[in-house]
């Protein structure tokens, strides 16, 4: 039964909000809080502690009233109030390019470019030779040119826009043919027919699942076709009884029925893989050299940049992509450009760019190193001397990620954690919950960091993050 005198004693001890804001001025935190939202969090702490009253869910005692809790339920609200909803975190799951993290890091060239960019003015669209307006394609074409080896080139805010743009200009109103075994569905459950619907194209599927031959797309040429798609499985694979058809001679036999042809290639790479010891990823340069009239590819997967789509192909056709209208809802802002051209111009030497670009240099980190990383972990968790954490050295296996390289198994090093009286799943939830939030994976009961995706000066955040664990939850 409900004391109904305490009771109303403490709601009519409730302090009220202008109190309660002459409390905060005395203490520094508030100070960068503005004032509208320091309103609002001292009505809510109030509401909240006059219906924890009434429903009996706190102790009916004075000290919930008193100034130094409820200033602390304040902070606490407002905390998390004013912490940015779009954070930084550590990855330590493994997977390299991980999409719900924001996929691939930039270079350190490349942050330091997008900031001298957004902080001043730039010639994003002028000409500084001619004093004329410019073109901002201009910015990264000549670099991409060089380095793929096509005759033009421009870049859209992603993918599937370089895709829709592409078939939409080129295909419009008329039949796409492509093999059955290459609708793929790419993040975010959009599918290549999905987009081609979009644009205004019409699906024409060829062959099987698993197989599909040269003679399948000839049999479906007709005079309403508009172009030859191939699209590259990159986040999955067939195998077994399959077959295919190549580029090379889906060009020729675009070339004979005088149709452009198109390849998708997803997660383009500008670097043989299969020479740094991971599976064969056919390169930009590679599809270029078949005499494709257009290649599109992601820039923010394999290649290490930001979330960008590039189109490189035939300047015929590139010009005719680039006056279509939809360029404009789909172009990329300065601060974009300003990251990929300093992340492409590392590839002018190959070995500059698996060095400097964060996740070519992560899928190629050797495996010494990557158990260094961990023992180096580890060795900050034995300074902790506590005997209610056990850790482990466990070999793992990491993962290209974002929708890459799908059959790559990369061999690792991983830090397993088990905290008495503390499960896995509520370790997890609790680093999630940290402000600089690490994110790993469970298995067996374990809580494990991959050494592949940590970055060496998050070490000493991580052991941190779990002293602070082991601290507080001495209390709970």
Known sequence: MKDHTALNVLLRSLPGVDRILEWLKADPFFKKVPRALQVNAARSVVETIRDQIRNAEIELSPAVLS????????????????MPNLRSLINATGVVIHTNLGRSLLADDAIENLRQIAG?????????KTGRRGSRYSVV????CEISRAEAAMVVNNNAGAVLLCLETLAKGKNVIVSRG???????????????AKSGATLKEVGTTNRTHLR????????????????????????????????????????????????????????????????????????????ADIVTFSGDKLLGGPQTGVIAGVRQVLERVKQNPITRALRIDKLTLAALEATLRFYRDETTALRKIPTLRMLTL???????????????????????????????????????LPLLQLPSWCVGIRIQGMSASRVDRWMRAQS??????IENDLFMMDART??????TAIAAAFERLLEESKTQ
């Open 141 to 144: 074409e000549d670099l991409i």
């Open 120 to 128: 001043g003015y730039s010639n994003l669209e002028f000409d500084l």
């Open 366 to 404: 050797p495996q010494d190193v990557i158990q260094s990383r961990a023992q180096r972990l580890l060795d900050l968790f034995n300074k902790m001397k506590s005997d209610r954490i056990e850790m482990t050295l466990l070999e793992a296996v990491s993962r290209a990620g974002g929708g890459s």
């Open 182 to 196: 290459e609708l793929v569905e790419i993040g975010g459950s959009f599918r290549i027919p999905d987009v081609m």
């Open 67 to 82: 100034e130094s809790s409820i200033v602390e339920r304040i902070k606490q609200q407002l905390a998390e109030q004013m």
């Open 436 to 441: 600089l939030p690490v994110i790993g994976r």
């Open 454 to 459: 940590v970055q060496e000066d998050e070490l």
């Open 216 to 291: 399948d797309y000839e049999s479906a040429i007709d005079d309403n076709t508009g172009l030859l798609l191939k699209v590259h499985t990159s986040n999955y694979s067939v195998v077994g009884f399959t077959a295919s058809v190549t580029l090379k001679e889906l060009v020729a036999l675009g070339e004979r029925h005088h149709l452009p042809v198109m390849e998708d290639l997803g997660s383009g790479t500008f670097v043989d893989l299969s020479r740094h010891g991971l599976q064969k990823e056919p390169t930009v340069q590679e599809a270029i050299a078949t005499g």
